[in-house]
Each structure stands twice: as C-alpha cells, then as structure tokens.
C-alpha cells in the first residue's frame, strides 16, 4: 500500500532538563502534526555524546525524554518514538553525509562556534554534529521538521546536503522543510531576554524546566525581569522581556497575542505574571503526573523498541538506495 502521508521528523538531545522553550519551540508542534503526518520523534543520544555525558546520566536522561514525550501527548501507537542510537542507519548516514559536507560549511555553524567558544578541547564529535543531523532527517526522506529557530541554519545545510546529493547522485532525497511555531520560535530566558531560554544556562532561574513544581514555577515567573513601564504590550524590539512572557501565555493559553494584550490592558504586570504563572502550571501539572506514570509503569522499554523498529524499516530502506548510488556493492 502506498502511504500518501507526508512524513515529520524530528528529536531532542538527552543532555538536561527539558524546558517550556523545548515544549513550545518543539514538543508542541510534534503532538499536532502527528494528527495528519506520519512521524518519527527520536530521543538523539549520538548528538548528546557530542560533549561529554556521564554514562548513569546519560541513561537517566533519554528515558526522561522518551516519557516527557508521551506525557506531552505523543501518542506511540501513531508515531514511532525512538533512540537515535537503536536504529543504525543514523551513524551509517552520518558518515555518508559527513563525507558530502566542507569545512567552510561546519565552520560557518553558529551552534559550533557557541559551544566551541572558550574551550580548550573541542570533539571532533561537535564540528560534524550538523552532518548527523542531516542524515536524521534524510534518512526517512521527511517533508517537514518541527524545530525551533535556533536550527534554522541546520535545516538549510540540510537542505544544501539533499540537494548537493540529489544533482552529484541523480534524484533520490526529498528536500525537507523546517517547520517553527508562529509564536515562540525562540523562548528566551527568564532573567535577559537578549538569550535563549537554555537548559545548559547556570541559573535556574533563567528557565523553567517541564519537571519544575508548579511552586517553583510560580516564584520563577513572579522573579522574571520585566521591561521598565507597566503595560503589557507585544513589542519584541522595545519591550523583549514583556513580549516574551506574552508569547509563552499566548501558547499556554490558545489566546492570540492581541488577545492577551486587550485581557491585560490597563491592569500592569502584577496580575498578568500571576495568572501567566496559573496558565503555565496548569499545562504543565497533567503533564508532570502522566510523566510519572509512564516512568513507574516499566512501558518505555516496549514503546521504545517498537520505535526503533518502526524507523528502521523506514531508515535501512534509504540507506541501501544511498549506498547503491553512491557505488558501494550490495552487501
Ligand atoms: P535541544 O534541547 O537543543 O535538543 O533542542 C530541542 C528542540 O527544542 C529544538 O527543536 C530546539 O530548536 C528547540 N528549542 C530549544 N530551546 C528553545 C527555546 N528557547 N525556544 C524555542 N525552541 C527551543
Ligand atoms: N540539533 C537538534 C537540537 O539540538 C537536535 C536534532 C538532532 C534534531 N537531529 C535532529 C532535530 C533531526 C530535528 C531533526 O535541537
């Protein structure tokens, strides 16, 4: 049979807390797309190791991500949830993808150059990360990949990569095409609006991680830096602080932007951060609880090996087409 779905693809790194800017830049959008996509959502470990892990954290950590996953609302009977590292296509792609990339290309990456700033040593592992990346997605022939904006430049190396195969080797990969939330593409921290809310940021006030207690939750958002004035206004150049708590009630609560703004006209930011505190907790509180089921109900394991095999049928399938192509003999 012929399956005329279009496919998603995407994954998360198992190296920390998740965060709301992981949830909406990300997670959010793969619960919705599974509705009308085939789709395929790893936990990607072999980009983890890109720095060093420790090996109990390690472990800890993608199983954190795989239940956060389903208690987001994945649903493993639609959509196959998966260790990067179980399906082997990735690491055989990533060396052929490896091969297709330049230098020039690694070294332009801005993630590269943050994570490498200030290092003494820097894994070989982390420069060639985005030729994995690429394989990820290649490897199932994904039309579209839920990502927040901080790997816009991933996706178009991406798309660079199919296309640079598809003239040298004759038409084969489908040029994927990345898919951000309209609000929230890039959730800032916390404590400066100027970065990223990031679960490797040393201040844990500056994020809030989709575990927090809702108590925590509460004094994070009450302690967040609010622009000078007391209006709660969108305007992301003149009042980014504002503006990016506007954007997480927004996506919390199913209000638009305008929507919020006229709810909060005239009445300050006290009010506006404690019922923003209300929105985000009472998203995050459900979730909290299924997290905790799956954990202690042992399903993973079973969820997690059907994944795997699932996408391997997929990702084995385009990897011998990439081999034949690239003139390997048939094993
Ligand atoms: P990572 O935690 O780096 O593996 O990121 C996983 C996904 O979450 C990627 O699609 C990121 O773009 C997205 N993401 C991470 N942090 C943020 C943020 N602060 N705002 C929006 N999306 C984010
Ligand atoms: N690089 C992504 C990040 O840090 C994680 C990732 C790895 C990914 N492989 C992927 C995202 C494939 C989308 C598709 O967020």
Redesign the pocket.
Known sequence: MVNAMKKVL????P??Q?????Y????KNFVSLQETHECFFMV?DL?AITVPQDPAALREQSQSVAALYLAAGIDPKRSAVYMQSHVRAHAELGWLMTTLTSMGELERMTQFKDKAAGKDSVGAGLFVYPSLMAADILAYNADLV??????KQHLELTRDLAGRFNSRYGDFFTVPQPYF?EI??????LDDASK????SNPNAGS?IALLDPPDVIRKKISRATTDSGREVKYDPAGKPEVSNLMGIYAQMSGLSLQEVEAKYEGQGYGSFKKELAEQVVAQLEPMQQRYHEIRSSGMLEEVLREGAAKASETAELVVEGVRERMGFLKR
Do not use: W
């Not at 995407?10 to 790194?13: P, V």
């Not at 998740?18 to 992981?22: D, E, Q, R, Y």
């Not at 839920?146 to 790997?151: C, E, L, M, R, S």
């Open positions: 995407s994954g998360i790194q190296s920390g998740l965060t709301l800017g992981n909406i830049g990300a997670i990607v980009h839920p990502v927040g904006d901080d790997q939330p929230g593409a890039r959730i800032m921290s990223k809310m990031s679960k994020y």
